[in-house]
């Protein structure tokens, strides 16, 4: 029986300066969070000592575990991977850059047993360069008026979803920025609560202006192509 409701799955890319920081937030919050919860990261390739210290930290406390890749796939099928693996009732997802903060959580879960997808929207209260504030903003309202998810900030770090809701959902590069829309196509309902956002104090940001607005856009006619197709259904008795 798991005793587990909630995983909450962190992908790893070359974020040694974090890891540490990651572990003690993530101590604290489970010390007080609102569900039992642990932590799966998802190391996707890392060149740097990521993998040495994931696997010191979940040496020494069961709540975290880890998956490693045989190389960088990047951090869709990193996310993919999670959602695999996961076995609790409730899946979640932070950023290992901690921009967001793990106790926001608690905020999600308030609303997720009448939603199926709950999402952090840092929308007003951003800590990133002007260049990447702005970028941001362009990318969602390109994604917004493609998908129609009524999201300010779809692609914030910070969200929870019914496993069975997530294991669900139709997998491709770019995944990332189109969770809501996913919940969505299964008919299923998404919320945006406002969370707090804190400045990237380690590590470098693995995505760069081409990615947060070309990326973005190319992404979003795989996915009008992919609405088309999908596939939902219903049984009765």
């Known amino acids: 029986m798991e005793k587990y409701k ?4 962190i992908p790893v890319f070359n974020e040694s300066e974090n890891l540490k ?4 937030e ?12 642990k932590a799966l990261f998802i190391n996707d390739g890392s060149t740097d000592d990521s993998l040495k210290i994931i696997k010191s930290i979940c ?6 575990q880890y998956i490693n890749f045989d190389r960088n796939y990047g951090l869709s099928t990193a996310i993919k991977a999670g959602f695999d693996h996961v076995k609790t009732e409730l899946t979640g997802y932070i950023d290992a850059d901690l921009q967001t903060h793990p106790k926001d959580f608690d905020l999600l879960i308030e609303h997720i047993g009448e939603y199926d997808l709950v999402t952090g929207n840092r929308s ?14 362009i990318a969602n309202t ?7 998810d009524g999201m300010d900030d779809t692609s914030c770090p910070l969200k929870i979803i019914k496993t069975s809701y997530a294991q669900r959902i139709p997998m491709f590069k770019g995944l990332h920025r189109f969770l809501p829309a996913m919940i969505l196509l299964q008919n299923g309902l998404i919320k945006q609560i406002e969370v707090r956002h804190f400045p990237r104090v380690a590590g470098k940001a693995k995505f760069g202006l081409f990615n947060r607005l070309f990326g973005p856009l190319i992404d979003c006619f795989a996915y009008m192509w992919m609405k088309k197709k999908y596939i939902n259904y219903k049984t009765k008795s």
């Open 6 to 9: 909630l995983t909450i799955i």
């Open 21 to 24: 920081r990651v572990e003690r």
């Open 26 to 37: 993530f101590l604290d919050y489970f010390k007080s969070s609102k569900l039992q919860s």
């Open 59 to 64: 040496k020494e406390n069961e709540r975290f």
């Open 124 to 137: 007003n209260n951003r800590k990133d360069s002007f260049v990447k504030n702005m970028s941001s903003k």
């Open 142 to 148: 390109i994604r917004r008026w493609f998908t129609n």
